[in-house]
């Protein structure tokens, strides 16, 4: 049965019996491609998808010789033939492996929030590490801050720390500027716990020209994070042009990794272009884009991206403990890390 819910979300309703839930479940989580994938072993082995009879879909992928095969990642992407090949990743990252919330807003630039509330939310939800990455002077639209402003609330975090269990990391969300520098002077950028750059305009440059543009600041010789990497606004805005074969070979070589962006509107890189950066050993963030309390939460809907990608949680830089994630993440490397480690206790 389909239907449309007050809001306009169209939605479709199968009734099913208890003995024929797996197969329904199946059906209704593997695309087409997955289902075609598994019709020829279905053959051999003489098992109807559609009728056979279970509560567990685990048992139907024993009956056709796999191993379970998530709901992520049923897209007809090799996943069959990696389960056949003993190679599928059994070691999905997942929501409670992170421990670190990444790329979060406050009111000093365009959050809803200040960092104490941040901060509690973050403590609310058993979170050991937050980091406050704010946007960068040439983003005016969202009132980036200038050096002044990011000195002061580097104050104001360091006040708040007082106050909270939550260990607090400063840095900013930098712009990625026309020609590919980053966003501030980098005696300001070795100064902070983690950098993440960004395009934020001229999103309508041709390919060659962003290209050069992001792969640039990639080299930059700071470690950074790309982040929400093609810029895509679901339903309102397409992924940048660009040449991200390329600039994935770059970041492979670089002192960089990549964000999954679980902000609901970007759910940024797309899987196709995660699982092409894992072959290339690159690694990634799974990263809130927050700009509200209640945001925070939107790291399931990265972690969903993430496992989309057929990316596991030692892929993740943020399922690390604090200081290891400082340590990979700090922009002037380890030492520059050392040097901003908080009092211990914090």
Partial sequence: MRATLVTGLPIKLRVTTPDHWAAALLAATGSDAHLRALEPLAR???????????????????????????????????????????????DLVTLEDVQGLVHCHTVYSDGRHTIEQMARAADALGIRYLTI????????????????????????????????????????????????????????????????????????????RMTERIIRAMRHPYFKIWGHALGR?????????????????VIAESRAAIEINGNPHRLDLEPRWVRAARDRGIRFVISTDAHATGELRNLRYGVAMARRGWVRRGEVLNTLDADAFVAAVAPGGARSARRRRPPAGR
């Fill in 44 to 90: 051999e082995r003489s098992v109807d998808l559609e009728r056979t009879l279970g509560q567990d879909e685990a048992q139907i992928y024993r009956r056709l010789g796999l191993p379970y095969i998530p709901p992520e990642l049923r897209e007809g992407a090799g996943e069959v033939n990696a389960a056949l090949a003993g190679t599928l990743p059994d």
């Fill in 133 to 208: 990455t704010d946007h960068s002077p040439t983003a005016f639209y969202a009132n980036g801050l200038d050096v002044d402003r990011l000195h002061a609330q580097w104050d104001e975090i360091a006040r708040v720390q007082e106050r909270v269990t939550v260990r607090l990391l400063r840095g900013t969300e930098s712009d990625i500027l026309a020609d590919g520098v980053l966003d501030y002077p980098d005696a300001v950028l070795e100064q902070l716990d983690v950098i993440i750059a960004s395009v934020h305009a001229r999103h309508r440059m041709d390919a060659d």
């Fill in 233 to 249: 606004l679901i339903l309102s805005r397409p992924p940048i042009p660009a040449r991200v074969e390329e600039i994935l070979d």
